[in-house]
């Protein structure tokens, strides 16, 4: 090999990328100790930007195209270098390729809950998740913050800032929607255009991306308000519990009677019937909702009574003297009849006045005899 051939070979001629990953962001041309020669083919593709470094310097960027390099296209590296009248010599310098396409499939999510004040539930704790898209605008930019002296850039080195990012403006968001949590669904749309505005402010001046989109695809709740949640649906769907427990009685003594030879039948008819009883007798008190009150006999007097402040009756005479006798009403107890118009002590109404027995004093000690 001849010495022309030797420099023929140190030279480069062809500058390209030709990129086959999806996730890789920047590329450095792998000079070596190449140089690249006067009039070397620059091949820069669709979705690509390839900016030259000079001495730490970033110098001239190309948009896709095929390009002869030369004095006349290489304005700020030819600056750098101190080329007053051209290159006709061989030059050494960095090539990095930008890709500029979209990465899509991206994840994001919040790594710890989000805690606010919710309208329904008062303090609570979120997590969200979705998916995002990411692509470089400013190539240079990018390669002064972030790529710095990387042979190779991916996404996964700069996801991990993009979803801090994305997590940090969530919550911003969510504290100035003040949009409760159950309606939060109803405004992903929203709420996703509003947060992929406000992660782009964050990234795209000083780090030189862009995020063309962002979806919020869910907001949880913690699994036990959750829990909360679907026993209140299911009371509200169930409607009146009073209805609903008497039909789950009528199935389960159905089941029982069906296997009337069961230990477990006959405890659970047993269960039911006082369960049953209890209903009952509870549905027969004065003032028990839907209770039928039966009208007093005829000729009978009947009475309120004012007892610890709670009114009740209306009571036949019977179980007011009975009331009298065992003492739960006294004298200063307040009682009322349409015939009285107005509520009276007890011992003042004629009608009950003998019913109180006036108790007398002890006797005097017995005077001893002189």
Avoid: C
Avoid at 39 to 62: E, H, S, T
């Amino acid at each position: 090999m001849g010495l022309f051939d030797k420099l023929r070979n140190e030279l480069i001629d062809i500058i390209e990328w030709v990129d086959d990953s999806r996730h890789d962001i920047a590329w450095r041309f792998p000079r070596y100790q190449n140089e690249i020669k006067n009039g070397a083919q620059l091949i820069v593709r669709p979705g690509q930007v390839a900016v030259f470094v000079l001495n730490g310097q970033l110098a001239d960027a190309f948009e896709p195209g095929h390009y002869t390099l030369k004095t006349d296209n290489l304005p700020i590296l030819s600056t750098i270098a101190g080329w007053k009248y051209g290159f006709n010599s061989p030059f050494k310098a960095e090539v990095y390729f930008v890709s500029t396409r979209q990465i899509t499939d991206l994840k994001w999510g919040t790594p710890n809950p989000i805690m606010l004040r919710d309208a329904d539930f008062g303090p609570i704790r979120l997590r969200a998740f979705g998916t995002y898209s990411m692509k470089a605008v400013d190539p240079k930019a990018l390669l002064k913050e972030l790529i710095g002296t990387d042979s190779r850039f991916e996404v996964d080195e700069v996801s991990e800032l993009i979803r801090a990012i994305i997590a940090s403006a969530f919550a911003d968001l969510l504290g100035s929607s003040k949009i409760s949590a159950l309606d939060l669904a109803a405004n992903y749309r929203n709420l996703s255009e509003q947060l992929r505005k406000m992660a782009v402010e964050r990234v795209d001046d000083e780090y030189g991306l862009d995020i063309p989109q962002l979806y919020i695809v869910n907001v949880s709740l913690p699994e036990e308000v959750e829990k909360a949640i679907d026993t209140r649906s299911s009371i509200g769907v169930i409607g009146d519990m009073n209805t609903y427990q008497q039909f789950q009685m009528g199935k389960a003594m159905t089941a029982a009677a069906e296997a009337p030879g069961s230990g477990a039948a006959e405890g659970m008819g047993l269960g039911m019937g006082f369960a049953m009883a209890n209903r009952m007798a509870q549905a027969t008190q004065p003032g028990a909702a839907g209770a039928a009150v039966p009208p007093p006999l005829p000729g009978q007097t009947v009475w309120h009574v004012a007892v610890n402040g709670h009114p009740e009756g209306p009571l036949p005479a019977q179980q007011v003297t009975a009331g009298i006798q065992s003492g739960r009403i006294t004298a200063e107890t307040l009682v009322w009849n349409p015939q009285l118009g107005n509520w009276t002590p007890a011992g003042q109404v004629p009608a009950l006045a003998s019913e109180f027995q006036i108790v007398p004093p002890p006797l005097p000690p017995a005077s001893s005899a002189s």
